[in-house]
């Protein structure tokens, strides 16, 4: 069965870390880029942000999010990492991932043209203040 596994979603303080893991399971993530995404309640899904398949450069970072979280990725473990530091309240929402979601799998492509056919169901995060 071929399915991504989010994991590493706690609740922590305001200012804390947390490092989630998205990891594919009978699916070979090698040369296949990768998107993190999240979704608040009553919120619509937003990126934040992508890695290209050989990791060679990431995009797709928020404002929002914009030197708190790094994406990072070893193909080695078949596992994409959202490192994700300082964390605000606003940062509460389920985290999830997606694979490949681009006109070439290998590449991050503007967010509008990201589809989330392989995503695994994410990892909840909650941030108390």
């Known amino acids: 069965q071929v399915q991504l596994v989010e994991s590493g979603g706690d609740s922590v303080q305001s200012g804390g870390s947390l490092r989630l893991s998205c990891e594919g399971s009978?699916?070979?993530?090698?040369?296949?880029?990768v998107g993190w995404f999240r979704q608040a309640p009553g919120k619509e899904p937003e990126g934040v942000g992508c890695?290209?398949?050989?990791?060679?450069?990431?995009?797709g970072y928020p404002d929002s999010v914009k030197g708190r979280f790094t994406i990072s990725r070893d193909n080695a473990k078949n596992t994409v990492y959202l490192q994700m530091n300082s964390l605000k309240p606003n940062d509460t929402a389920i985290y999830y991932c997606?694979?490949?979601?681009?006109?070439?799998?290998?590449?991050?492509?503007?967010?509008?043209?990201?589809?989330?056919?392989?995503r695994g169901k994410g990892t909840q995060v909650i941030v108390s203040s």
């Open positions: 997606s694979a490949g979601g681009g006109p070439r799998p290998g590449s991050c492509p503007e967010w509008r043209y990201w589809n989330n056919d392989y």
């Open positions: 009978g699916y070979d993530l090698d040369d296949i880029a």
């Open positions: 890695i290209s398949g050989n990791g060679g450069y990431t995009v």
